[in-house]
């Protein structure tokens, strides 16, 4: 038995320790706001209070005749390595800058800009399947809902990155919601307002810098005015914006466009960063390179469903409509991925000899945004399409990311 109040055996508590944290996440059916803060504090020792709390909680539990002292804990933990050995993807090993990751996904701004010296100290996002599939590849489960959190006790960073929720100005959530009758874009009260709490994050932490993406429609969304209110916020907070419209098949097969915004802080660099976009190269990308020899047969189209498809596009093509399936060219690039994806693959099929198209395959839609193969897929199929749709193409994100940290590096921020 371990008494904390007399004879201290630091190894033996620390094993404990580290147990319990892996414990709880692993047995956590519903990843909350405990399992965040403790491998938040595990990840970069922040929210510590909080942490010792949790800790001594669940300490107190699995050995209830033990008195634990959290500052003992707390001195025991600065002894040790509390952090999950079961990671894939950390952090480089001398880390020249911190960021943090908003409305996170499964990780692609994350694993982007570790992959360039970053080292992530806060994450948000508020999805339950997305945040198993970036526990399971990240070793931190993120905080939730960023509506709720408190800006005051987001650490101190040198960069805000995030894809805003994108469907208020996409054209099929607009489309979507024209025709149920509810607004989009900022009257969008669920998630068109999010973009004023990355506001208000900036606002008080004042990263050096920040880079947002969405999707390529924001920016002719209510004939600009969406657009022209986000610029002129960003402006009015101090920062001097750079925007631009890319394209992720220059990085992988795949027709992506999205609307980039980087921001540098004019108090740091007087609006004199001399910020550019990477130099994109046309590079012929075919979407035979990303494809798995052996796939199963349930991800080829079912007679019904193929037939269905034909119908459709057919009925929609007598009326001068463009709505069908894509039929994808092998040596080719595919269209845009979307979350809509697990529906019934349409916008992407790949000829198959003899036999009914198929869709992507899960691992096939992650190469598709330039995931590497040992990124973790814990969840269904269904809910990996969405993922994978809502995810970024990360090898562009970590082009534009590395000329951030060019400019920070020339100005001697880092």
């Given at each position: 038995?371990?008494?904390?109040?007399?004879?201290?055996?630091?190894?033996?508590?620390?094993?404990?320790?580290?147990?319990?944290?892996?414990?709880?996440?692993?047995?956590?059916?519903?990843?909350?706001?405990?399992?965040?803060?403790?491998?938040?504090?595990?990840?970069?020792?922040?929210?510590?209070?909080?942490?010792?709390?949790?800790?001594?909680?669940?300490?107190?539990?699995?050995?209830?005749?033990?008195?634990?002292?959290?500052?003992?804990?707390?001195?025991?933990?600065?002894?040790?390595?509390?952090?999950?050995?079961?990671?894939?993807?950390?952090?480089?090993?001398?880390?020249?800058?911190?960021?943090?990751?908003?409305?996170?996904?499964?990780?692609?701004?994350?694993?982007?800009?570790?992959?360039?010296?970053?080292?992530?100290?806060?994450?948000?996002?508020?999805?339950?399947?997305?945040?198993?599939?970036?526990?399971?590849?990240?070793?931190?489960?993120?905080?939730?809902?960023?509506?709720?959190?408190?800006?005051?006790?987001?650490?101190?960073?040198?960069?805000?990155?995030?894809?805003?929720?994108?469907?208020?100005?996409?054209?099929?959530?607009?489309?979507?919601?024209?025709?149920?009758?509810?607004?989009?874009?900022?009257?969008?009260?669920?998630?068109?307002?999010?973009?004023?709490?990355?506001?208000?994050?900036?606002?008080?932490?004042?990263?050096?810098?920040?880079?947002?993406?969405?999707?390529?429609?924001?920016?002719?969304?209510?004939?600009?005015?969406?657009?022209?209110?986000?610029?002129?916020?960003?402006?009015?907070?101090?920062?001097?914006?750079?925007?631009?419209?890319?394209?992720?098949?220059?990085?992988?097969?795949?027709?992506?466009?999205?609307?980039?915004?980087?921001?540098?802080?004019?108090?740091?660099?007087?609006?004199?960063?001399?910020?550019?976009?990477?130099?994109?190269?046309?590079?012929?990308?075919?979407?035979?390179?990303?494809l798995e020899p052996d796939v199963?047969d349930k991800y080829t189209l079912?007679?019904?469903?193929?037939?269905?498809?034909?119908?459709?596009?057919?009925?929609?093509?007598?009326?001068?409509?463009?709505?069908?399936?894509?039929?994808?060219?092998?040596?080719?690039?595919?269209?845009?991925?979307?979350?809509?994806?697990?529906?019934?693959?349409?916008?992407?099929?790949?000829?198959?000899?003899?036999?009914?198209?198929?869709?992507?395959?899960?691992?096939?839609?992650?190469?598709?945004?330039?995931?590497?193969?040992?990124?973790?897929?814990?969840?269904?199929?269904?809910?990996?399409?969405?993922?994978?749709?809502?995810?970024?193409?990360?090898?562009?994100?970590?082009?534009?990311?590395?000329?951030?940290?060019?400019?920070?590096?020339?100005?001697?921020?880092?």
């Open positions: 038995m371990i008494r904390m109040n007399s004879v201290l055996e630091p190894e033996l508590v620390l094993e404990k320790i580290n147990f319990s944290i892996k414990k709880i996440v692993e047995e956590s059916k519903i990843l909350t706001h405990k399992e965040a803060v403790l491998t938040h504090f595990a990840h970069s020792g922040e929210f510590e209070r909080e942490a010792l709390i949790y800790i001594t909680e669940i300490l107190e539990k699995e050995y209830p005749d033990v008195v634990f002292n959290q500052e003992k804990i707390s001195e025991l933990i600065n002894f040790g390595n509390i952090r999950n050995e079961d990671v894939i993807f950390t952090e480089q090993a001398d880390p020249t800058f911190s960021f943090i990751d908003l409305f996170a996904g499964i990780g692609g701004f994350r694993l982007a800009f570790q992959n360039i010296g970053g080292r992530c100290v806060f994450s948000s996002e508020w999805n339950a399947y997305a945040k198993k599939t970036y526990s399971s590849n990240f070793g931190e489960v993120p905080f939730g809902d960023i509506t709720q959190i408190d800006e005051n006790t987001i650490p101190d960073h040198d960069v805000l990155v995030g894809g805003f929720p994108c469907q208020p100005f996409s054209l099929a959530g607009v489309s979507k919601k024209n025709a149920l009758g509810r607004n989009h874009g900022f009257k969008d009260e669920t998630q068109g307002t999010l973009f004023f709490d990355i506001v208000r994050i900036l606002e008080t932490k004042r990263p050096r810098a920040f880079l947002l993406e969405n999707v390529k429609n924001l920016v002719s969304h209510d004939k600009g005015n969406t657009f022209r209110i986000i610029q002129g916020t960003l402006d009015e907070l101090g920062y001097n914006i750079h925007c631009k419209v890319l394209d992720g098949k220059h990085f992988v097969p795949q027709h992506r466009e999205r609307i980039v915004i980087v921001g540098f802080d004019r108090n740091v660099f007087n609006g004199e960063e001399n910020f550019k976009f990477p130099d994109i190269q046309n590079n012929n990308h075919a979407i035979r390179t990303i199963l079912s007679d019904k469903l193929w037939n269905y498809l034909q119908e459709y596009a057919a009925k929609h093509k007598a009326k001068g409509n463009g709505f069908g399936y894509g039929l994808t060219n092998l040596d080719g690039i595919s269209r845009t991925l979307s979350a809509r994806y697990y529906k019934d693959g349409a916008e992407i099929l790949l000829p198959q000899h003899g036999r009914n198209p198929r869709r992507l395959t899960p691992r096939e839609c992650a190469r598709l945004q330039g995931y590497p193969d040992n990124f973790r897929i814990p969840v269904s199929d269904a809910q990996a399409y969405k993922q994978f749709g809502n995810s970024i193409v990360v090898p562009l994100m970590q082009a534009v990311g590395q000329e951030i940290v060019e400019v920070l590096n020339r100005n001697n921020i880092l």
